[in-house]
């Protein structure tokens, strides 16, 4: 797996934190009662809760935790996408959305960090390769979500959520386990 499964993880990883962020100020401004500067405020709120993410990954990382282990915990980012796609009240939906980015915030970090011990000496490389990806998933996710949610309404974003966060991080912390010191 290595480098690509890490980068493929990554891209997955990265496509629905993005995406969340991205739909959220529509799908906010559709519920009764919130304006447009309510929704951004929101948005904007949400948005930085992925640095609380990255800083608890520090903080993880520097007590002994493995980055696959913190890269795992992005499969909560399912169930919490739930309430961000489904109608309950928009309180509910910036909470669960500030989950699914702090969890992605923890999980990029988590990847960044794996990148030393899953690519050796090419950790140049494997940055690049890494980061690549992640600008691949970002750029395809939100043009993804819309579509589906045109064609199939807010909860097939559930399903894709789930899908891209369950392959995501299998990718991901299957290129950690055969390097040492990312795994266990």
Request: with cysteine.
């Amino acid at each position: 797996w290595g480098v690509g499964g890490l980068a493929g993880g990554f891209a997955m990883i990265a496509l629905v934190g993005v995406s969340v962020v991205t739909v959220l100020p529509a799908f906010l401004t559709a519920a009764p009662g919130v304006s447009d500067g309510a929704a951004s405020l929101l948005t904007g709120l949400v948005a930085a809760v992925s640095l609380v993410g990255s800083l608890a990954a520090h903080a993880a990382l520097r007590a002994g935790s493995r980055p696959k282990r913190l890269i795992a915990v992005a499969l909560l980012s399912a169930p919490a996408s739930a309430g961000v796609f489904l109608p309950v009240p928009a309180p509910v939906t910036a909470l669960c959305a500030a989950a699914v980015l702090g969890l992605n915030g923890l999980a990029v970090s988590a990847v960044f960090a794996a990148l030393p011990v899953v690519a050796g000496a090419r950790v140049a490389r494997a940055a690049g390769a890494v980061t690549q990806a992640g600008s691949l998933g970002t750029l395809l996710g939100p043009p993804l979500y819309a579509r589906l949610i045109e064609t199939g309404g807010w909860s097939g974003a559930i399903v894709l959520t789930t899908l891209l966060v369950g392959v995501g991080t299998a990718c991901a912390t299957a290129a950690t386990a055969g390097a040492r010191g990312a795994g266990r």
